[in-house]
């Protein structure tokens, strides 16, 4: 399985972008997919998660009401809308999946497989 992420790029405070992470070599049609991020000197850390029919969704904290998750399972590619950006949100994102959310926990587990990472940065 490879995760292809792309759409990255330059935006300043308060603008948007759109990634886009494409699977191939295998069906992850039945699998939760999401991001995850990681900024200079941070650890990686959770995004978004969608489940496999989009039914569920999953966001952090710091993104709900700005990022919206979605999916395609036709084209099996996940996006990520992400609206009002801040300088904050300046991280490379990374595809992954499957996603497995640990309940009671709040904690994700079991990505086996992971994109190479888009980089994303919000100038202030």
């Known amino acids: 399985v490879q995760l292809q992420a792309c759409g990255g790029g330059l935006v300043q405070a308060g603008g948007s972008l759109r990634l886009s992470c494409q699977a191939s070599g295998s069906s992850l049609s039945y699998d939760a997919m999401g991001w995850f991020r990681q900024a200079p000197g941070k650890e990686r850390e959770f995004v978004a998660r969608?489940?496999?029919?989009?039914?569920?969704?999953n966001y952090a904290d710091s993104v709900k009401g700005r990022f919206t998750i979605s999916r395609d399972n036709a084209k099996t590619t996940v996006y990520l809308q992400m609206n009002s950006l801040k300088p904050e949100d300046t991280a490379v994102y990374y595809c992954?999946?499957?996603?497995?959310?640990?309940?009671?926990?709040?904690?994700?587990?079991?990505?086996?497989?992971w994109g190479k990472g888009t980089q994303v940065t919000v100038s202030s």
């Open positions: 969608i489940t496999w029919n989009g039914g569920l969704t």
């Open positions: 992954a999946a499957p996603i497995f959310v640990a309940p009671n926990k709040g904690t994700y587990y079991g990505m086996a497989y």
